[in-house]
Structure formats: structure tokens, C-alpha cells
């Protein structure tokens, strides 16, 4: 019984390149969140998720970013043209179901993106 | 906009010492608040989810109350231990919006053998 998968774990790219980030959420889970933590930082809500829905995006940069959970597969976290500022630890989250106040939220590992 | 701030940003404490970590959160309409524990470098470990019907959880030497109406949480360990040494952070799911988890800064704790 995996917990949420998130890879790669260490990611570098140079600026301007492409980065795509995957997580695999708990089986059977159909809600995933991605949060972005800067150096010395708290979490920062970016994207909210269901299976083939963006439900709430309000924490994602309008430019260069985008996320898609599709029906089969790993949720993708996609930056385009990537800049030094970008350089972060990306954490995925996955819930079974969202309204209950029983869900539990279940983390990954996160990426380490590092932008050069 | 729900805001969620903890207090003490840091704390260093001898082993053995009993301690508290603050939590508030500016909105009481949450589904629930769960702590959670960061090693450096690593990912979140789940540490205790307290109901918005509950008022405290408890887990070995954690335990964690919730008090709705004044936005406040907190978490207690017990007979600390240099290996509790790690960032402890709080979340709330917020049941006004689109119930996506917002974070507390963290506390950074150091504890001394």
C-alpha cells in the first residue's frame, strides 16, 4: 500500500528549460493538491485537482505553469521556460474524499527542483 | 482569507522538557486541522488530525486540541527528545472555499541532548 509517489526527487534544469514533475497519488485517492516550499519557507498552496478537473488554482502563476490529473495516470506538474526564482521543493498531496472532516491529507516526498 | 501563523517561529529546549507549539488560524470555518512533522530536506509525516467536531487527538507523547471558535490549536509533547528535533507544521482544511489545505510558517524545533 504505496504511499503518494513523487518523482524524481531532485530535479535541475537549466533556465529556460522544461520541468515536469509527477505524483502519484495513494491508491484509490482522487484528490491532489500541489504545494510549492521556498528555502526557509512554510508550504504555499499552488493547485488543487481532481481526477480530469482543476478545481481551484488560485496559488498557481498564471504564465509558465500548469497542472492535469488525467483519468489514468500520475497528476503532472509542468513549468515551462523555468527561472531561477523557481527553484523550490514541490510537495503533492492526495485525499480520498474532500468534504468530510475525517480526510486525511498524505505527502510526498517532493521534488527538488533546482534551476541553473 | 484564511491566514494560519504559528508561534514560536524557533524554539531550543533541553531534552526531557515538556512543551507547547502554538497554532491560530483567522477563520473558524475548517474541516479539520492536522499537525505534521518536517525533517530537513524531507517530505511531511502526518502526525495527528483533529476533527472540527473534536476538541483534542492524541498519539504516544503528542497531543493536539483544537479550540474552534478562538482559531487556536496546539500541540503538546510530552518528556521531549533530541530524534522530535525537526520544523512541526499545522494545516487547516478550509471548508469556506474549495477545501484546499493551507499552512501554518512552522516552528523550527531544536532539541538539546
Known amino acids: 500500500n504505496a504511499g503518494v509517489m513523487q518523482n524524481p526527487r531532485h530535479l535541475v534544469r537549466r533556465r529556460g528549460q522544461e520541468a515536469r514533475l509527477r505524483c502519484s497519488p495513494v491508491?484509490?485517492?482522487?484528490?491532489v493538491y500541489w504545494y510549492r516550499q521556498l528555502p526557509e519557507e512554510g508550504l504555499k498552496f499552488m493547485v488543487y485537482l481532481q481526477k480530469e478537473n482543476i478545481i481551484d488554482e488560485s496559488g498557481m502563476p498564471k504564465e509558465r505553469f500548469s497542472a492535469e490529473f488525467p483519468k489514468e495516470g500520475p497528476s503532472i506538474l509542468r513549468i515551462q521556460q523555468v527561472v531561477r526564482g523557481d527553484s523550490a521543493a514541490y510537495f503533492c498531496?492526495?485525499?480520498?474524499?474532500?468534504?468530510?472532516?475525517?480526510?486525511?491529507?498524505?505527502f510526498g516526498q517532493g521534488t527538488r527542483l533546482t534551476v541553473v | 482569507k484564511q491566514e494560519v501563523t504559528q508561534i514560536p517561529a524557533a524554539l531550543s529546549v533541553p531534552e526531557g522538557e515538556n512543551l507547547v507549539l502554538n497554532c491560530s488560524f483567522t477563520?473558524?470555518?475548517?474541516?479539520?486541522l492536522q499537525w505534521f512533522r518536517q525533517d530537513p530536506g524531507k517530505g511531511l509525516t502526518s502526525l495527528l488530525l483533529i476533527q472540527s467536531s473534536q476538541r483534542e487527538q492524541t498519539s504516544g507523547r503528542l497531543n493536539a486540541s483544537l479550540d474552534k471558535s478562538s482559531g487556536r490549536s496546539t500541540l503538546y509533547i510530552a518528556a521531549s527528545q533530541p530524534g522530535d528535533s525537526a520544523t512541526y507544521l499545522c494545516?487547516?482544511?478550509?471548508?469556506?472555499?474549495?477545501?484546499?489545505?493551507?499552512f501554518g510558517t512552522g516552528t523550527r524545533l531544536k532539541v538539546l541532548a
Open positions: 477563520d473558524s470555518a475548517i474541516y479539520n
Open positions: 498531496a492526495s485525499s480520498l474524499k474532500t468534504v468530510q472532516e475525517n480526510t486525511e491529507a498524505f
Open positions: 491508491k484509490g485517492h482522487s484528490h
Open positions: 494545516a487547516v482544511k478550509d471548508s469556506s472555499g474549495t477545501y484546499k489545505y493551507i
